[in-house]
């Protein structure tokens, strides 16, 4: 049988039907939770709920379903007296972190400094590292920035794709700190700035040392605040490609360069220039080519081929 595309609708229904159904099941008084960060907990559910409305723009509902999981859990992880230091076994993600409702993924990842470690041959080689412009959205006193990252040779890493030995990180997660900035996000596009700028500055609290408040008088000075500030604390944690969907879908330059031949006799080609405009279609990603071969009742979108400029 073959399967048409649903419409986006459609899609929308579907995830909260089954979330919704999720959260009268985690909260049946015959059931008992068991506290494993990777059994879905109540709270995790009603994030993860208020983060589909919020991307439904669906303000009132985002609202609502965040401030159910603050009501319960409202503690967040405490760093600003963390000694966090460049070394992978000091990550914001350790057994201290109790903001973390619900694990999806255990960091197994290979030790620092072996011949795999993130596509390249050693650490000074590698190609994967955090680009400048998110580094420079941390102030010297933001803690979260050694919490996330690795630092070698001048060189930035994100903790959640390596691991020391002997070290478990649990470090995609649903937290605490999703519901406060969604709700804050809520809260400004309902005009409500004070109550937003409250959510802001507790998660601010507990992640910058010194003076953590900000203040804003304009709904949209506000909003760029806290869209900067989801990209600081949801650090390479699978969040921004959805927030830049969403939020102004701006033109992204990227280059890369192909290498040709292999072994000793490879040679570095000149850099490619890919460039994604702004409002491009290509922020909707086709369906794999595998998918459409076996239902032949899904239609392309008709997405052309990225080519180099």
Wanted: hydrophobic share 35%; proline share 4%.
């Amino acid at each position: 049988t073959s399967f048409p595309r649903n419409n986006v609708q459609q899609c929308y229904d579907q995830i909260l039907s089954d979330l919704l159904a999720a959260e009268a099941i985690v909260t049946d008084p015959t059931v008992t939770p068991t506290g494993n960060v990777f059994h879905v907990s109540k709270e995790a559910v009603e994030i993860l709920l208020s983060r589909v409305y919020l991307y439904m723009q669906n303000w009132e509902k985002a609202k609502e379903f965040a401030s159910k999981a603050i009501a319960t859990k409202p503690n967040l992880y405490d760093i600003t007296t963390e000694n966090f230091t460049t070394f992978v076994t000091t990550s914001f993600f350790n057994a201290r972190n109790k903001e973390v409702l619900f694990s999806y993924h255990r960091n197994t990842k290979t030790a620092l400094g072996s011949a795999s470690y993130i596509f390249g041959t050693s650490q000074t080689a590698s190609i994967y590292v955090v680009a400048q412009e998110l580094l420079n959205l941390y102030s010297a006193t933001d803690k979260r920035l050694n919490g996330f990252t690795n630092s070698v040779s001048a060189r930035y890493f994100a903790k959640t794709m390596i691991q020391e030995s002997g070290t478990t990180l649990f470090d995609y997660a649903i937290r605490t700190a999703e519901a406060y900035l969604n709700r804050a996000e809520a809260m400004a596009q309902l005009n409500d700035l004070s109550g937003s700028l409250s959510d802001v500055n507790a998660l601010r609290a507990k992640r910058i040392t010194g003076t953590s408040s900000v203040s804003f008088t304009d709904k949209e000075s506000l909003l760029n605040f806290i869209y900067q500030e989801r990209r600081r604390e949801f650090f390479f944690q699978g969040h921004r490609w959805f927030d830049l969907r969403r939020t102004g879908r701006p033109s992204i330059t990227h280059y890369y360069t192909p290498v040709n031949g292999t072994g000793t006799g490879a040679t570095i080609g000149t850099p490619l220039k890919f460039v994604l405009n702004q409002n491009d279609p290509g922020y909707t990603i086709e369906l794999p080519a595998k998918e459409m071969t076996l239902n032949p009742a899904l239609v392309p979108l008709g997405i052309a081929e990225r080519q180099p400029q």
